[in-house]
T-cell receptor
Framework: GAVVSQHPSRVICKSGTSVKIECRSLDFQATTMFWYRQFPKKSLMLMATSNEGSKATYEQGVEKDKFLINHASLTLSTLTVTSAHPEDSSFYIC???????????????FGNGTRLTVT | GQQLNQSPQSMFIQEGEDVSMNCTSSSIFNTWLWYKQDPGEGPVLLIALYKAGELTSNGRLTAQFGITRKDSFLNISASIPSDVGIYFCAGQEYGNKLVFGAGTILRVKS
């Protein structure tokens, strides 16, 4: 069954508004969650690494004030796209490292993604 | 950001044919992963490789972790229409971050 639930699957918002995307780990705790962005027909690019109870680590070139990440609990991380612009339109995908797998490299489980369209 | 070199970029094959794709990197990875992504969905793990030289199968899929730890290949035998999609290789770094290849778009002609 699904390990990760991502919501919403699609969202359309007006330019200047903010959008929140949720990523939930089902059944298991997740100490670390990763947020990726994917442009059409392109690969996944890591935006940030989110650890429960601490500040997210952003990849180079990703604006932390634009893409706010909150990992408030062991099963939930949120990505908020603030003051969205049309160029923020993209497919955002979260992935989860389960606490049970933390001591060895384990394949990450992915959510089904969120298609954001900013008009 | 860093990417792996994945090839081919796309393939259009006849149903029943075998498929091969590969990834190379200038960096060493401890884990290689292969994912498949259908349109509008997140990647789904196909095969995980943990040891250099490891050859692993999952049904019609076979993948190998190169001895140098800088490359991997994925083979699909006897392709079927539902194999269509985008296949990504990924190397796993320290801290469990994934570095993805650019993807191989597979189309199958029935």
């Amino acid at each position: 069954g699904a390990v990760v639930s991502q919501h919403p699957s699609r969202v359309i918002c007006k330019s200047g508004t903010s959008v929140k995307i949720e990523c939930r780990s089902l059944d298991f705790q997740a100490t670390t969650m990763f947020w990726y962005r994917q442009f059409p027909k392109k690969s996944l690019m890591l935006m940030a690494t989110s650890n429960e109870g601490s500040k997210a680590t952003y990849e180079q070139g990703v604006e932390k004030d634009k893409f706010l990440i909150n990992h408030a609990s062991l099963t939930l991380s949120t990505l908020t796209v603030t003051s969205a612009h049309p160029e923020d339109s993209s497919f955002y995908i979260c992935s989860v490292l389960l606490s049970r797998d933390i001591w060895h490299n384990s394949p990450l489980h992915f959510g089904n993604g969120t298609r954001l369209t900013v008009t | 950001g860093q990417q792996l070199n994945q090839s081919p970029q796309s393939m259009f094959i006849q149903e029943g044919e075998d498929v091969s794709m590969n990834c190379t990197s200038s960096s060493i990875f401890n884990t290689w992963l292969w994912y498949k992504q259908d349109p509008g969905e997140g990647p789904v793990l196909l095969i995980a490789l943990y040891k250099a030289g490891e050859l692993t199968s999952n049904g019609r899929l076979t993948a190998q972790f190169g001895i140098t730890r800088k490359d991997s290949f994925l083979n699909i035998s006897a392709s079927i229409p539902s194999d269509v999609g985008i296949y990504f290789c990924a190397g796993q770094e320290y801290g469990n971050k994934l570095v993805f290849g650019a993807g191989t778009i597979l189309r199958v002609k029935s």
